[in-house]
């Protein structure tokens, strides 16, 4: 269970002129941080032909003044935030509509920042080269096999970094490897790098491998 701090609440009837009263002062669980306040601080002005207003003083920068239809649930029909190095804020609604309507204003506070470090994104582990298999065929094409998870896309490239894509191939489900086929390597001893990329994380680094040179 969360527990929250009581929100205070002022409830403000709306008179046709610039005056208002306070009804009873109850409170709400809503905001997980709020701020004293003084509900006499509190000018309500119904205008006639414009918006209406809430102005509310002896407050702390950065803390946000809300006015809502109802003391629980309802619509927040105005919100308003204390500008830097200053201490009142108003907070504009489009019409009040009727004389006696109450209001319920809350005060909320911002709470004071704490650091936290962001890891870095999930990377693929490099692949084993115990996983990685070969063959250099004469005549049709070359293929490189390796063992990773379901999901798991392999990519084969010419270069440690950047270069082109030769082949890639995914793990299938309910198999444990993955087949990538290359038209030709080449005749000769090369090497490739092979990347891992699993469901969610990113590349992995390369796996410089060795083909063996096509046989004789």
Same mark, same amino acid.
């Given at each position: ?21 306070? $009804? ?10 709020? *701020? ?12 006639? $032909? =414009? ?17 809502? @239809?109802?003391?629980? $649930? $309802?619509?927040?029909?105005? *919100?308003?935030?204390?500008? *830097?190095?200053? *201490? ?58 390796? =063992? ?9 490239? @010419? ?15 309910? =198999? ?24 969610? =994380? ?15």
């Amino acid at each position: 269970m969360i527990l929250r701090k009581k929100e205070q609440l002022a409830i403000a009837t709306v008179l046709l002129s610039s005056v208002l009263t306070f $009804g009873p002062i109850s409170s709400v669980f809503a905001a997980p941080v709020t *701020t004293s306040w003084d509900t006499d601080n509190v000018t309500i002005t119904n205008n006639v $032909g =414009k918006a209406d207003t809430v102005k509310v003083t002896g407050l702390t920068a950065g803390s946000t003044v809300n006015v809502y @239809d109802k003391a629980t $649930g $309802g619509k927040l029909i105005g *919100t308003a935030k204390v500008p *830097t190095g200053q *201490t009142e804020v108003t907070v504009t609604i489009a019409n009040f509509d009727v004389a006696g309507r109450k209001v319920y204003i809350s005060v909320v506070a911002e709470s004071t920042a704490s650091e936290f470090t962001v890891e870095a994104e999930a990377k693929t582990d490099k692949a084993d080269a115990a996983d990685v298999a070969s063959v250099n065929n004469v005549g049709k094409a070359d293929t490189l096999t390796v =063992k990773a998870a379901v999901g798991t896309i392999i990519k084969v490239y @010419d270069s440690e970094t950047a270069g082109k894509i030769l082949g890639t191939a995914t793990v299938a489900a309910g =198999k444990t490897e993955a087949i990538v086929s290359i038209a030709q390597i080449g005749a000769a001893e090369t090497k490739v790098y092979v990347s891992a990329t699993e469901a969610g =994380k990113l590349e992995s680094d390369r796996l410089e491998v060795t083909v063996a040179a096509e046989a004789k």
